[in-house]
T-cell receptor, first 117, second 113 residues
Framework: GAVVSQHPSRVICKSGTSVKIECRSLDFQATTMFWYRQFPKQSLMLMATSNEGSKATYEQGVEKDKFLINHASLTLSTLTVTSAHPEDSSFYICSARAFQGLGDEQFFGPGTRLTVL | GNSVTQMEGPVTLSEEAFLTINCTYTATGYPSLFWYVQYPGEGLQLLLK?????DKGSNKGFEATYRKETTSFHLEKGSVQVSDSAVYFC????????????FGKGTTLSVSS
């Protein structure tokens, strides 16, 4: 089946530093990747939609200068949390939508837990 | 706009009990509907899906039927196990290129032996 990986799975950083999270589709090409944020005991909130080779589309209320998204290839998207603060601590999940052959299903990565001290 | 509403949890059941988690949706057009499961400390896994009215999705003993007349996609299982303890998310896809899934708030299921 289609597999999406995320790296790292957990990261702890100091306030003010930047953290990069990678999302890879391992065995399929993803035309679109999505980044979600999940707070404890809450649902997934869409942050941005990322299409290969173009700028990401951010949801209302999400700061594009703080959450930098790069979708450099059909198998890789990165989310960089710049100048992280404790309120950015959360579970970040990416998903990838297949280019073809896998219907309209989105495949989710295992998530990255970010803790900002 | 499109939205998903699912029953508030937590749902606490004994092993072998019957499970229903209600999910209703609001959408224009003909969305696809999904149930995802999230086990503690893990990412989301697709549990089942239905792409058109009257379709029934099923997997691991779970079932859900796409009811357009009631705009519902309730999740059911006849006999739950302790290993089913997880958070369950109902979601819809507008079936337009590049659109993300819209999730309900999630329902926590706790099954005791």
């Amino acid at each position: 089946g289609a597999v999406v990986s995320q790296h790292p799975s957990r990261v702890i950083c100091k306030s003010g530093t930047s953290v990069k999270i990678e999302c890879r589709s391992l065995d399929f090409q993803a035309t679109t990747m999505f980044w979600y944020r999940q707070f404890p005991k809450q649902s997934l909130m869409l942050m941005a939609t990322s299409n290969e080779g173009s700028k990401a589309t951010y949801e209302q209320g999400v700061e594009k200068d703080k959450f930098l998204i790069n979708h450099a290839s059909l198998t890789l998207s990165t989310l960089t949390v710049t100048s992280a603060h404790p309120e950015d601590s959360s579970f970040y999940i990416c998903s990838a939508r297949a280019f073809q052959g896998l219907g309209d299903e989105q495949f989710f990565g295992p998530g990255t837990r970010l803790t900002v001290l | 706009g499109n939205s998903v509403t699912q029953m508030e949890g937590p749902v606490t059941l004994s092993e072998e009990a019957f499970l229903t988690i209600n999910c209703t949706y609001t959408a224009t057009g003909y969305p696809s509907l999904f149930w995802y499961v999230q086990y503690p400390g893990e990412g989301l896994q697709l549990l089942l899906k239905a792409t058109k009215a009257d379709d029934k999705g099923s997997n691991k003993g779970f079932e859900a039927t796409y009811r357009k007349e009631t705009t519902s996609f309730h999740l059911e299982k006849g006999s739950v196990q302790v290993s089913d303890s997880a958070v369950y998310f109902c979601a819809l896809s507008a079936n337009q290129a590049g659109t993300a899934l819209i999730f309900g708030k999630g329902t926590t299921l706790s099954v005791s032996s």
